[in-house]
Structures are given as C-alpha cells and as structure tokens.
C-alpha cells in the first residue's frame, strides 16, 4: 500500500556530508510525521531525527546541529543533510513513515529498504 524508496547513502570521510532522501508512494489519505532511524552493527534501531507534517522537528543529541532532517509535502519527500560525519553515524538508515492510510484509520508504521552510510577515511 506504502512504498518508502531511500537513496543518497554511501562512503564519505570524516567530516564529510552527505543528504538522504525518502520518497513515500502509494495509497494513503495524509503522511502525519516522517524520520530516519539508524542501526549500527551490534545495537538497536534508534531515532536520529523526525519531522511532523506542520514542520516540528526533534533529534537525537548526537546528531544535534550536524544533521538537519527537513520535508517536501508536495512531493512526500523526507530528506536528512548530514554534516561534519564522525565514524559513530557509519549505520544502516531507515525511513520511517507514519501514515493514515485513510480517515476511518489509524496511523502505521512504515520502513525504508534502508541504506548504508559508512564514515571512514
């Protein structure tokens, strides 16, 4: 029903950037909130930043004044700039959306295929 497509992940050094993009398709009535989440080898899925659809945003202390997670409406679009990257971001980053699929539902979940970023030099 909802289809999230990631690109913009790769290898880049320390103290690189790179921006991610989330595109959401399918059939749904309204996409409440979008974020990225990543997962490092060995830890658990955590919440790197978010965005709801009147353009509040919340993120994880570690990524606080590096990362800006921002929100094409028009175009279902999340995107995250990742700036001055430090070997601890290297993860797989997912997509998240929070999706009304109609007005007699409640909000799901969905997730990205995910894409790695990887910070080495």
């Known amino acids: 029903q909802v289809q999230l497509v990631e690109s913009g992940g790769g290898l880049v050094q320390p103290g690189g950037s790179l921006r991610l993009s989330c595109a959401a398709s399918?059939?749904?009535?309204?996409?409440?909130?979008m974020g990225w989440y990543r997962q490092a080898p060995g830890k658990e899925r955590e919440l790197v930043a978010a965005?709801?659809?009147?353009?509040?945003?919340n993120y994880a202390d570690t990524v606080k004044g590096r990362f800006t997670i921002s929100r094409d409406n028009a175009k279902n679009t999340v995107y995250l700039q990742m700036n001055s990257l430090k070997p601890e971001d290297t993860a797989v980053y997912y997509c998240?959306?929070?999706?009304?699929?109609?007005?007699?539902?409640?909000?799901?979940?969905?997730w990205g295929q995910g894409t790695q970023v990887t910070v080495s030099s």
């Open positions: 998240n959306a929070k999706v009304l699929l109609s007005t007699m539902s409640s909000t799901s979940d969905y």
């Open positions: 399918g059939r749904f009535f309204s996409i409440n909130a």
């Open positions: 965005i709801i659809s009147r353009g509040s945003t």
